[in-house]
T-cell receptor
Framework: KAGVTQTPRYLIKTRGQQVTLSCSPISGHRSVSWYQQTPGQGLQFLFEYFSETQRNKGNFPGRFSGRQFSNSRSEMNVSTLELGDSALYLC????????????FGPGTRLTVL | GQQVMQIPQYQHVQEGEDFTTYCNSSTTLSNIQWYKQRPGGHPVFLIQLVKSGEVKKQKRLTFQFGEAKKNSSLHITATQTTDVGTYFCAGFYNQGGKLIFGQGTELSVKP
C-alpha cells in the first residue's frame, strides 16, 4: 500500500496570504488528522476528519480550517497568514480513529515571510 | 485538562548508556502510543499500550503503562547511534476522542 502523501512538500508565503495544503491518506483509511509541529511547541493537534465530517478540533483560531472529500483526501486551509504559522504541517491517517496507530505523511514545510 | 507532559526535553548519552523518557497525564488515558521521529523525518508508530500496568518489549526498548493509566515510560537499553531521534508519547482520551502528544524527548547518541 502506498503511504500517506502530502503536497506540496515546501511552501513560502508572505504575511496576509492564504494557503491550502493537501493530504491523501492510505487507501481504506477514513480518518485524517492534522498536526502543527514547531520546535517550541511540539506536535499540536489541529483537527480530525472522518467520513467528510470534522470529528474533533484543537485549540487553534478560526483562520485554520479543513475539509475532507468523499475519497477521504483532506485539505487544510490557513487564511491571513502570520509569521507564527511557520511550521511543519503533518497529516496522519488511520482506519477508524486516532485510538489506533497513526500513519504520518512526510509533512508540508510552510515558511511565512 | 487534557495535557501530556513529557520529560526530559533533551537527553545526550554516550553510546552504550541507557535512556529513559517519561510521560504524565493529569487525567486517565484510554491508551498511550509511542512514536519515533528521526531528524528530518516524520513520526513513526512504535507501540500502543492499553492495559493498566502493561509492559511491552521490542528488542532493546521497554514500554510501561502505569497502574493508574496516567503515566508511561520508554526505556532503551545500551543505546546505539541508530536510536537517535525524537521520541513522542501520545495519550488518547476517551472524553473528546483526542490523541494528545507530549512535547517529545530528543535523544542524541555520541559514538
Amino acid at each position: 500500500k502506498a503511504g500517506v502523501t502530502q503536497t506540496p512538500r515546501y511552501l513560502i508565503k508572505t504575511r496576509g496570504q492564504q494557503v491550502t495544503l493537501s493530504c491523501s491518506p492510505i487507501s481504506g483509511h477514513r480518518s485524517v488528522s492534522w498536526y502543527q509541529q514547531t520546535p517550541g511547541q511540539g506536535l499540536q493537534f489541529l483537527f480530525e476528519y472522518f467520513s467528510e465530517t470534522q470529528r474533533n478540533k484543537g485549540n487553534f483560531p478560526g483562520r485554520f480550517s479543513g475539509r475532507q472529500f468523499s475519497n477521504s483526501r483532506s485539505e487544510m486551509n490557513v487564511s491571513t497568514l502570520e509569521l507564527g504559522d511557520s511550521a511543519l504541517y503533518l497529516c496522519a491517517s488511520s482506519y477508524h480513529d486516532s485510538y489506533n496507530e497513526q500513519f504520518f505523511g512526510p509533512g508540508t514545510r510552510l515558511t511565512v515571510l | 485538562g487534557q495535557q501530556v507532559m513529557q520529560i526530559p526535553q533533551y537527553q545526550h548519552v554516550q553510546e552504550g548508556e541507557d535512556f529513559t523518557t517519561y510521560c504524565n497525564s493529569s487525567t486517565t488515558l484510554s491508551n498511550i502510543q509511542w512514536y519515533k521521529q528521526r531528524p528530518g523525518g516524520h513520526p513513526v508508530f512504535l507501540i500502543q499500550l492499553v492495559k493498566s500496568g502493561e509492559v511491552k518489549k521490542q528488542k532493546r526498548l521497554t514500554f510501561q503503562f502505569g497502574e493508574a493509566k496516567k503515566n508511561s515510560s520508554l526505556h532503551i537499553t545500551a543505546t546505539q547511534t541508530t536510536d537517535v531521534g525524537t521520541y513522542f508519547c501520545a495519550g488518547f482520551y476517551n472524553q473528546g476522542g483526542k490523541l494528545i502528544f507530549g512535547q517529545g524527548t530528543e535523544l542524541s547518541v555520541k559514538p
